[in-house]
């Protein structure tokens, strides 16, 4: 089993879920997709290390997959060998040790040998020729190559965005990036990985730095937005964490569409911030707050008692 992988691909489309700071929603799921795409494999390694033990939905390359595998199995092999070359220095520890009760000449010149093989084994740097090929065979996702008389129409074309259409053997969101003359596949759905991986995130992601604001409070490193209580009678509170600093507009609608009310529509720094939600005056139901910004929306639901 790969390190980390989307065993099950999902085949919601991307395009008509609405985008959010993390990536989109998917409305069929009600969470949020965190779009990797465009994010390095540091950055993708220390959200999932955020996330550990949580179920995290994603949207990821395929060369980005292949690279985080290699990554892990490159750590997997050297804390294997750091291993074998512990227990070998024991060894020669034991060894060293026997010389001393050797009863024989020809005992104490084996022991010697031994111990200076083992010396120039520990001087060097492991290789582990064999077990590296067949990792990368196990794990490297090659990057499929389509001619132009196989790609079947209708293609639609979304700037360097290929999406096939009828592909009915396939499972998966069939969207592409053209890259040169061939295609990486990007996946999306549920990310799994074995125990062991997360051992990894622990062991190569360092700490985050910890940030607070002039009141003490923890400076939030991702947007989040909830109402409570939720259900109201009369008014709620939406609590708002901000990542950075922008522009937003949060208004809040009837289920009918009619704008209600306007929360705000103002700069925000990063930080937290609890704004009312008054529903005191309206009638009982559900109600949906837009919180919209340059390069994100985002609707939540509260509901009056």
Known sequence: MKGIQISKPCSENWNEM???????????????????????NEEIKSILLKLKGQEVCGRILTTQESALNSEFYAWKLSNRATLNRAIL???VVVFGLSVLSCTTEQEKIAVK???????????QEPVLEDEVEKEKVETTTVTKVVPETEIEEPVELMGDVVILKNRDSINIQEEVFACGVGLTYVNMGAMVYISQYEEYLEDTIPEPITEYDDLGRILPTEFSATPFPNPTRSISTLKLE??????????????QGELVTEIANKDFERGTFELP?????????????????????????????
């Open 18 to 40: 609405s985008p959010n700071q993390k990536g989109a929603f998917c409305q069929k799921c009600s969470k949020s997709v965190y779009d990797f795409t465009k994010r390095s």
């Open 89 to 91: 220095f024991s060894l």
């Open 113 to 123: 040998e031994f111990q200076e093989k083992a010396v120039v084994v520990l001087s």
């Open 242 to 255: 901000i990542a950075e600093k922008t522009t937003m507009r949060i208004m809040l609608f009837n289920l």
């Open 277 to 305: 939600v008054d529903l005191s005056e309206e009638k009982a139901g559900m109600y949906l707050i837009a919180i919209s910004s340059k390069n994100f929306s985002e609707t939540i639901r509260v509901v009056k008692q």
